[in-house]
């Protein structure tokens, strides 16, 4: 394997996959690579905490880095090559001043509390893929409205490269994995449980259809008053608008909360109506 901390020489011929992280990787960014792997000739992960996603009171000087931990995942994972630039090489001139604007669907759900957050994504994600000369792109279905973009990005302005999703892996008791777990203390642990389990209770109703689901996850999170609700909503995939009562189709349930001091997203999507129930992805139709 090697590493790299410049642009990369173009690769001869095959797919070549890429993975984007921000380090601190964990299981799944683990499963995303496996998926990569299985379907590329030549797989390549960037590890790059990007500071133009951050706002000015979020996270970014005590987001966890585990650099050499890192670097053997991905050894581990027979990933061909890291890419791991320091913020310079990505942002040679500081930060740029022409960007990706995400538009309207950028401004809710988590750019509703997290204002540019999405424009300094989709910024560094068509950089990265322009620097690595990636040919598919795999990413996860954790962060459903980042993948949403990101497809509408591709799609909006004709970037040639296919986008992959991988479905959220999780812990043994459900809690969504993330780099930010290692935030949490063993009472906030517990505590944060109560994201996916809303989700798995709303899932269990969709059959019912869009009432029930709301109605089911609520119960869940209102019982847990130590989690800090920031929204629970139940939207149409492609819109990321609430669905109507008589909606049938794909919907993706989506929450986050404040545990302690760590904010949590999490989301499951799901068939609504008659014969409904969780999914693992869409099938992109967004019917
Ligand atoms: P991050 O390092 O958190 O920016 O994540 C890098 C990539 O890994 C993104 O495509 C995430 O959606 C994906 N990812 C993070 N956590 C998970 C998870 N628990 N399951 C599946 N994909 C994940």
Known sequence: ????????????????????TMGALHEGHATL??????RAEQVIVTIFLN????????????????????????????????FAPTPDVVYPDGDPGVRVSAGPLGDVLEGASRPGHF????????????LTGGTAFYFGQKDAQQLLLIRRMVRDLDFPVRVVSVPTVREDDGLAMSSRNTYLSEADREVALCLSRALAA??????????????????????????LVDYLVLVHPTTLKDVPEWYSGEALLAVAAKVGTTRLIDNRPM?????????????????
Do not use: N
């Open 51 to 82: 500071p133009l996603q951050f706002g000015p009171k979020e996270d970014l000087s005590r987001y966890p880095r585990t650099f050499d931990a890192d670097l053997a995942l991905c050894r581990r994972q027979g990933v061909d090559l890291v």
């Open 1 to 20: 394997m090697k590493a790299a901390r410049a642009a990369i020489e173009p690769a001869a011929g095959g797919e070549v996959a890429v993975v984007m």
């Open 33 to 38: 690579i496996r998926t990569a792997r299985e």
């Open 202 to 227: 709303g899932a269990a109703a969709a059959a019912e259809g869009p009432s029930a689901v709301r109605r089911a996850a609520r119960a869940v999170l209102v019982a847990e008053p130590l989690a």
């Open 119 to 130: 424009d300094g994504v989709l910024t560094v994600v068509a950089k990265l893929m322009h």
């Open 271 to 287: 068939l609504l109506g008659p014969g409904g129930g969780p999914l693992e992805v869409f099938d992109g139709t967004g019917a």
